[in-house]
């Protein structure tokens, strides 16, 4: 952090160079918004206006997709997708559709739920294989779906309760992508622990895979292998699985919900063990938009509230308490809401005007505040907003076989939650060190980090301070490797109209 009282000989430079630039000339970035969220067991994906994704919580199995498995509490941007037009998370894996019809996956790939063809972990996106015109896509424990623009279903990951859909569960799982059988005319799909749902466009649901608990809805507790009619429901307009409960919105606003219910988590008034049939939920109509987790359930009224119930150990219904409901309760505080999905053991809410909220669970960094703090309550999570570094001044020689280069650039934190950022790599062929220092004109609390990043590897290097106070870092960077550096502010309220400036300071050589 910046310390506002310090003094140095790098404030006499940035005074001979402060006159090279005007607040006019500094680079903002748009403002961007929240267009979707998305919960896995620890870990949060959000999808910005702008197409790119951004991931925050544990990332033991590389779910975060940022070429780390280092646990994140403020979201990063995942690296490698661009045109992301709808996420999905699993347990432990997170994929992303571009707007061209391609799947990309990463994470935990025990059971090829990536579906790139092998079963090895990923910790940034790789394309899922044979996957075109894709329009949807849902994940869930061990597998994964998508939907296709001619309303068939692919599957990929675990089979072995029949949620691939392919007719039996002799294959135990499947590392590329296969097509469900029996079901064409879909137009919505969703995984849930290990089963699958699909909304057809005559408004019915059909489900397949594990129904010890009648997550399938077909009256039965009978594991299924191809698709089969979930009872007593048409004219719906939306579906959604928890992990093993399921809910379908109708077009009057009513909301349906069947299988496991041991703690409420199906809103109908009591904790009887499952139901094998759809059951209405009481209180909510009209809903427009409904999300099950692990053993909690949110939905959306047409007034823009949100309603939870079901489990509440960690807070995860938002009503201030840690008291499990059977029937939805308000959550505190949240109007304006257009968008909810709920996690493992949190919840999620976007409003109308693209802000994203969080609350419940947060050991693995989860709601993304930059905290490990539960709560109870909805928090504001702030997607970090890229700004650019313009190049001010610059200066290079060679001595001994060795270049040198010295590099001035310039740039503002205009709005919480954004950052500066600028990278550097040797030439091919070559090694290389890199310096960067940090300088606030104004004495702003910002924070400096910098972090070496090849071959699916990112490497946080430590900051230091000058005698002045100033912060600085260093890194040795490899061929083919690269230096990445960011600014941002030390809090939400460290951003204004004054000049950052950063200081770099390179030399390479082929020795």
């Keep these: 952090m910046i310390k506002r009282s310090q003094r140095s000989m790098a404030m006499v430079i940035i005074g001979l160079l402060v006159s090279l630039v005007s607040v006019s000339d500094i680079a903002i970035a748009a403002e961007k918004t929240v267009q979707q969220v998305e919960g896995g067991a620890w870990h949060t994906i959000a999808l910005q206006s702008d197409g790119t994704v951004w991931t925050w919580g544990d990332n033991s199995e590389g779910q975060l997709g940022d070429g780390s498995k280092t646990e994140r509490d403020t979201p990063v941007q995942v690296e490698g997708v661009t045109d992301v037009v709808y996420v999905a998370a699993g347990t432990y894996h997170s994929l992303a559709l571009r707007s061209d019809g391609t799947v990309w996956a990463w994470g935990w790939n025990v059971k090829g739920q990536i579906g790139n063809g ?7 996106p790789v394309q899922t294989l044979n996957v075109t015109e894709a329009v949807s896509i849902a994940a869930g424990y061990q597998h994964s779906l998508a939907l296709k623009q001619d309303g068939t279903v692919l599957a990929w990951g675990d089979n072995e309760f029949g949620q691939l859909g ?13 097509q469900v059988q029996g079901l064409d005319s879909a137009v919505a799909i969703s995984a849930g622990s290990k089963h699958s749902l699909a909304l057809k466009d005559d408004g019915t649901v059909w489900a397949w895979g594990y129904n010890g608990d009648g997550q399938l809805g077909d009256g039965s507790t009978k594991q299924r292998f191809t698709p089969v009619q979930v009872e007593g429901l048409n004219s719906v307009v939306a579906i959604a699985a928890g992990d093993d409960h399921n809910f379908a919105l109708k077009q009057d606003g009513t909301v349906w919900a069947w299988g496991y219910n041991k703690f409420g988590e199906l809103g109908v008034g009591d904790n009887l063990p499952g139901y094998i049939t759809p059951v209405q939920v009481q209180g909510l109509d009209p809903a427009v938009a409904i999300s099950g987790g692990l053993f909690h359930s949110l939905a959306v009224k047409d007034d823009g509230t949100v309603w939870t119930w079901g489990n509440n150990w960690e807070g995860q219904l938002g009503d201030g308490s840690k008291t499990e409901r059977d029937a939805p309760v308000q959550v505190e505080g949240l109007t304006d809401v257009v968008y909810v999905a709920a996690g493992g053991q949190h919840s999620l809410a976007i409003k109308s005007d693209g802000t994203l909220w969080s609350w419940g669970l947060n050991r693995g960094g989860q709601l993304g505040d930059g905290t490990e703090t539960g709560r109870v309550a909805p928090v504001q999570v702030y997607l970090k907003q890229t700004g650019s570094f313009q190049l001010s001044d610059s200066k290079s020689y060679e ?11 310039y740039g503002s934190i205009l709005s919480p939650g954004q950052y500066l950022s600028g990278s550097w790599s040797p030439p091919e062929g ?4 890199v310096t960067v220092s940090m300088i606030s004109t104004k004495g702003e609390d910002y924070d400096l980090t910098l972090e070496t990043v090849g071959e699916n590897n990112r490497s946080l290097e430590k900051t230091k301070e000058y005698s002045d106070g100033s912060e600085f870092s260093k890194a040795e960077v490899p061929e083919g490797f690269s230096a990445e ?3 941002k502010g030390h809090s939400d309220e460290d951003y204004s109209q004054e000049k950052v400036f950063v200081y770099v300071t390179t030399q390479y050589d082929d020795h």
Aim: hydrophobic fraction near 30%; avoid cysteine.
């Design 485 to 487: 550096w960011s600014v």
């Design 166 to 178: 392919v007719g039996d569960d002799l294959t135990p799982f499947t590392h590329t992508p296969v």
């Design 399 to 409: 001595v001994g076989g060795s270049h040198y280069e010295y590099l001035l650039y």
């Design 118 to 124: 092998s079963t090895k972990d990923r910790t940034a």
């Design 430 to 433: 070559f090694r290389g060190t």
